[in-house]
Every structure is written in structure tokens, then in C-alpha cells.
């Protein structure tokens, strides 16, 4: 019953089709009607971090009115130091992706990570975290 403190990111690059952005975002939506209890960081990143937000309560409006900006590149480098400088209780991290980015080159952090991505998303082992595939 007590909150948890989690990081979502969510990959806008130019390699994520808006059909797959929408499915990312339902997907934290659903989070957030399921866990009430979870405070969430959501990290909207291309190959650099272009809007942070807090969601608290289960309140998904913030995450239904945001108009994601992206379409370049991707890197998960940002996201990992912001985390690490200004959410030092995260437990875990939840990165959705088509998981083509930097992810090998990025020291392994100090908290739980979960790659979640779609069938056709990089099938390259990680170096950290598990990967979780969308189905259909």
C-alpha cells in the first residue's frame, strides 16, 4: 500500500510509427489505472529528453494531452543520468522503445530496468534489463 516511485520513458524517435506511439501510451495508461499506488516519472526522449512529467493519483490526463515531440534519434544516455541525478529512490525503470539506440554503451544502472518493445524492435541481447515484447 505504500507509493513507489517508478520511471517510464517513452522513445519518439524517428523510427517509432505513431501507431506504436499510441500503443506505448495506452500501455501507461494502463499502468496507471492499474497501479494506483505508483508515482510516475514519464520521460519523453528522442536522442535527447524533450518533456518530463509527473503522474500521481492514477491521473492520466497529463499523458492523454501531451502532443510528443521527438523524431530524431534515439538515446537512453539522458534518461539514465537524469534519473540518477534527480530520482534517487527509482526502483524501476521502464523504457518503451523500439529499443534502437545506445543502450549497449550505457554503464548498467542501480535499479531494475524493463525494455519494452515491439515484435519487429532490436532482437540484439542488452546488456541490462529485461526485454518485455508487445503482442498484437
Same mark, same amino acid.
Given at each position: 500500500?505504500?507509493?513507489?516511485?517508478?520511471?517510464?520513458?517513452?522513445?519518439?524517435?524517428?523510427?517509432i510509427v505513431?501507431?506504436? %506511439?499510441s500503443?506505448f501510451?495506452? /500501455?501507461?495508461?494502463? %499502468?496507471?489505472?492499474?497501479?494506483?499506488?505508483?508515482i510516475?516519472?514519464?520521460?519523453?526522449?528522442?536522442?535527447?529528453?524533450?518533456?518530463?512529467?509527473?503522474?500521481?493519483?492514477?491521473d492520466?490526463?497529463?499523458?492523454l494531452?501531451?502532443?510528443?515531440a521527438?523524431g530524431?534519434?534515439?538515446s537512453?544516455? /539522458?534518461?539514465?543520468?537524469?534519473?540518477n /541525478?534527480?530520482?534517487?529512490?527509482c526502483?524501476?525503470?521502464?523504457?518503451?522503445t523500439?529499443?534502437?539506440?545506445?543502450?549497449?554503451?550505457?554503464?548498467?544502472?542501480?535499479?531494475?530496468? %524493463?525494455?519494452?518493445?515491439p515484435?519487429?524492435?532490436?532482437?540484439? /541481447?542488452?546488456?541490462?534489463?529485461?526485454?518485455?515484447? %508487445?503482442?498484437?
Amino acid at each position: 500500500k505504500e507509493n513507489i516511485n517508478i520511471v517510464i520513458s517513452i522513445d519518439t524517435s524517428g523510427s517509432i510509427v505513431q501507431k506504436l %506511439l499510441s500503443e506505448f501510451v495506452s /500501455e501507461v495508461v494502463a %499502468l496507471c489505472r492499474t497501479f494506483q499506488n505508483i508515482i510516475m516519472t514519464v520521460i519523453i526522449a528522442d536522442c535527447k529528453i524533450t518533456e518530463v512529467i509527473d503522474l500521481k493519483n492514477a491521473d492520466t490526463n497529463a499523458i492523454l494531452s501531451l502532443k510528443m515531440a521527438g523524431g530524431g534519434g534515439t538515446s537512453h544516455k /539522458e534518461i539514465v543520468s537524469y534519473i540518477n /541525478e534527480n530520482i534517487r529512490d527509482c526502483k524501476l525503470w521502464i523504457a518503451f522503445t523500439d529499443g534502437y539506440s545506445d543502450i549497449n554503451e550505457i554503464e548498467p544502472p542501480n535499479f531494475n530496468v %524493463l525494455w519494452v518493445m515491439p515484435k519487429d524492435g532490436n532482437s540484439e /541481447e542488452f546488456n541490462f534489463g529485461e526485454k518485455i515484447i %508487445l503482442e498484437d
